[in-house]
């Protein structure tokens, strides 16, 4: 079957690991064929009201979990080692909400740019340009290699790791001299954890840090949070960047979509990260409002 990937297996390990100490915590065997809707809002309970290392669980990190044990229960189903479809019928919902993500501005993007780092800590800020500047996730910019660098015709075509489709995208000024720097080489990447915790610092560095107010659901309960803007960087922070300060540049929303692979402009539309404010903004140099 198909390979998974490291984030993935460790998805299915914490899934794993959770279920065993709500089995413990409740003093039950899970059985397969009780897995069900009402299984499923113990769970949830369940989750509310327990804490982790970092404290309370967040409502996305419930929901992956759900969605974790549809995806065991789907390959038990078609592999007929049950006859339960509990986890297809409406009430077995993953719990979601909208991630209150940022964007980096283009002014931001070129304060990092700027930066004077020591090797290793120019690599990391490097990769995360380059996805910045190409949309393209961690996982291909961790694959990026020489043959997909097409410098006359000054392009990156790539088959992206996670959907499986060709990418054809023109190379930024800013990726062609990250290029140029390395001998139209991209730089070496390193783990997405400490690449994590590295831009945190860069950021920081670069003068990244004002304050940013987001809502976010934490053990069951609505809060509202204030965080500096360069602790709420990760990886992801890039393609949302790409997404936004193209969108922000009137770049055609289907051109954009077919270098991020979003279906839909309804998906894609999550993506983009900006304020009614900055919406305001673009639209007062609009023909129409002039």
Do not use: W
């Amino acid at each position: 079957g198909t390979k998974l990937s490291s984030a993935t297996l460790a998805t299915y390990k914490s899934t794993r690991n959770i279920l065993k100490k709500y089995a413990a915590a409740r003093n039950v065997t899970i059985r397969i064929e009780e897995v069900d809707s009402e299984f499923r809002n113990d769970f949830i309970n369940f989750l509310y009201d327990t804490k982790h290392h970092n404290g309370e669980y967040k409502l996305n990190s419930i929901g992956k979990f759900i969605k974790t044990i549809k995806v065991f229960m789907r390959h038990a189903f078609d592999n007929n080692v049950t006859s339960n479809n509990s986890v297809f019928k409406k009430d077995f919902v993953p719990l979601k909400e909208e991630a209150n993500t940022i964007y980096l501005t283009e002014s931001e993007l070129e304060a990092l740019y700027n930066l004077d780092l020591p090797s290793n800590q120019a690599e990391v800020r490097d990769c995360f340009l380059i996805s910045c500047y190409t949309g393209l996730r961690y996982s291909d910019i961790s694959r990026l290699d020489v043959k997909h660098i097409n410098v006359e015709k000054n392009t990156i075509t790539i088959v992206t790791y996670k959907t499986r489709n060709q990418v054809i995208i023109p190379i930024h000024r800013i990726v062609r001299g990250i290029l140029k720097r390395y001998g139209n080489r991209p730089p070496k990447p390193q783990c997405n954890q400490s690449t994590n915790r590295m831009l945190k610092k860069l950021c920081e560095q670069a003068g990244i840090t004002e304050i940013i107010s987001y809502t976010e659901t934490v053990g069951g309960a609505h809060k509202e949070c204030t965080a500096r803007k360069c602790d709420k960087v990760t990886t992801h922070t890039a393609r949302r960047s790409f997404a936004t300060n193209a969108y922000k540049r009137n770049v055609p929303t289907l051109a954009i979509m077919a270098i991020t692979g979003h279906k839909t402009e309804t998906s894609f539309m999550k993506y983009i990260r900006i304020s009614k404010e900055e919406n305001a903004q673009l639209l007062q140099t609009h023909e129409f409002f002039v």
